[in-house]
């Protein structure tokens, strides 16, 4: 049996954050929402909303439905732009060498 869609979404948020080299703190920040918040939801002790889907597409620049799907195809469909590249390690240290802070 396949996973669920529940099980979907867990994997593509992973996946997207892998992909864009962003933390958890990154993804809760872009969605206004705390850490814990994105924790317990990728832990699956609550579940992501239709809108907190949304939010989460939009971040990344993708479709909801290419979020849905799965974590293949979200991160296929992940803008070049969003995707890490060697060096970065995701939008809190490019802020942070922006800032003078590494």
């Known amino acids: 049996?396949?996973?669920?869609?529940d099980e979907r979404v867990r994997s593509?948020?992973?996946?997207l954050l892998h992909v864009a080299g962003e933390s958890?703190?990154?993804l809760a920040v872009a969605?206004?929402?705390?850490?814990?918040?994105?924790?317990?939801r990728q832990?699956?002790?609550a579940g992501w909303s239709l809108a907190d889907c949304e939010a989460v597409a939009a971040h990344y620049g993708i479709d909801v439905l290419d979020l849905l799907a799965g974590p293949t195809r979200a991160t296929e469909s992940l803008p070049e732009e969003r995707r890490r590249t060697p060096g970065r390690h995701?939008?809190?240290?490019?802020?942070?060498?922006?800032?003078g802070g590494v």
Do not use: F
């Open 43 to 45: 832990s699956g002790t």
């Open 12 to 15: 593509a948020v992973a996946a």
């Open 24 to 26: 958890q703190t990154d």
């Open 1 to 5: 049996m396949g996973m669920s869609l």
């Open 90 to 99: 995701g939008p809190s240290a490019r802020s942070a060498a922006v800032d």
């Open 31 to 40: 969605l206004g929402v705390s850490q814990a918040q994105v924790s317990r």
